[in-house]
């Protein structure tokens, strides 16, 4: 008998090894199926595959209304996907999102950023910080230098909190300043550290760390058990350095990625560009960024509007 269990199972080791989705995904998946078939236990429907079909889907879709349509969104391709590989591999007749028009409306919320303002407020905390600590050996010395190299990360490169997480060591080339990014779907990127008190804090902090990075299993970032750092100790340390700063806005690692395109916008970049640093495979996620660029435009209208070239007066 073919169930939504045993399926699942298949479903999973199929975005494992033959698709090689991360980590992450592959979770993200496992929870919504896992959900799914608890759905079906609750409301005593057949459990088979094949007995799926739209009204169970409805149902669900129904008993999950509640969430963010974002997670709606998300639980939705999860199901599509696990049933365009079960129509794939022939182990059922219909696939059921076929003759199904499901439209989840998500509001469109602009990004949060900081100014250059907030962004040098904070570099100013961590150095500050790291400059009160005399003694280079004790930890407090060695903890301020890695939050450091944790913001000069995310603002350098502008990448996600789980990709500056997952950076290994052998990604970074520190005679070029070469990071190599693995992404969402595990794309890589090239990114260039160009600034050179950049290199020189992620050099210092290499030197200081190399024992404690060997032991992690080459991750860059590591904690005080000398393992990974972890996206939630990343945003721990972003959230303290932002307190410390007085910044009146809510500042996480994302933050970081959005200002960095928005102040690159401002530098008059090309978005293409913009669009291959943050990694987006489609410019329509980049081009949010140009409609939160109020004073590049407040700038370009005071300066560049052909209304200036005349002068005719009313009043």
């Known amino acids: 008998m073919s169930t939504i269990q045993t399926e699942t199972s298949e479903f999973i080791n199929h975005c494992k090894y033959e698709k090689n989705l991360s980590e992450k995904t592959i979770k993200a998946y496992g929870s919504d199926l896992a959900q799914l078939k608890m759905f079906l236990m609750e409301k005593d429907f057949s459990s088979?595959?094949?007995q799926i079909t739209k009204t169970e889907i409805r149902g669900f879709l129904e008993a999950?209304?509640?969430?963010?349509?974002?997670?709606?969104k998300r639980k939705v391709a999860t199901m599509k996907a696990l049933f365009n590989f079960l129509e794939f591999e022939d182990k059922i007749p219909v696939n059921p999102f076929r003759k199904m028009r499901i439209k989840i409306q998500e509001p469109k919320r602009l990004p949060k950023v900081m100014d250059i303002k907030?962004?040098?407020?904070?570099?100013?905390?961590?150095?500050?910080?790291?400059?009160?600590?005399?003694?280079?050996?004790?930890?407090?010395y060695l903890e301020s230098l890695r939050n450091i190299v944790v913001i000069e990360l995310l603002f350098a490169t502008g990448a996600r909190v789980s990709e500056i997480a997952n950076l290994y060591e052998e990604n970074i080339d520190f005679s070029t300043g070469s990071l190599k990014i693995k992404g969402k779907g595990n794309k890589e990127r090239i990114i260039q550290i160009c600034n050179k008190e950049t290199l020189k804090v992620l050099k210092?902090?290499?030197k200081y760390f190399k024992k404690k990075i060997q032991n992690s299993g080459g991750f860059f970032l590591v904690n005080r058990l000398g393992k990974k750092l972890s996206d939630q100790s990343i945003r721990g340390i972003v959230k303290d350095l932002s307190n410390e700063a007085k910044i009146q806005k809510h500042i996480t690692p994302h933050v970081f990625r959005h200002t960095l395109a928005t102040l690159l916008l401002e530098k008059d970049v090309d978005i293409k560009y913009i669009q291959n640093i943050l990694g987006h495979s489609s410019i329509m996620t980049t081009q949010i960024y140009t409609h939160v660029n109020r004073e590049k435009q407040r700038q370009?209208?005071?300066?560049?509007h052909p209304r200036k070239d005349f002068s005719m007066q009313y009043f």
Not at 300 to 304: A, E, F, R, S, V
């Open 48 to 50: 088979e595959i094949d």
């Open 64 to 72: 999950i209304s509640k969430l963010k349509p974002k997670s709606i």
């Open 118 to 140: 907030d962004v040098n407020a904070m570099f100013k905390s961590a150095y500050t910080r790291n400059s009160l600590c005399k003694d280079s050996s004790e930890y407090s």
């Open 204 to 206: 210092k902090y290499h």
């Open 300 to 304: 370009i209208l005071t300066i560049k």
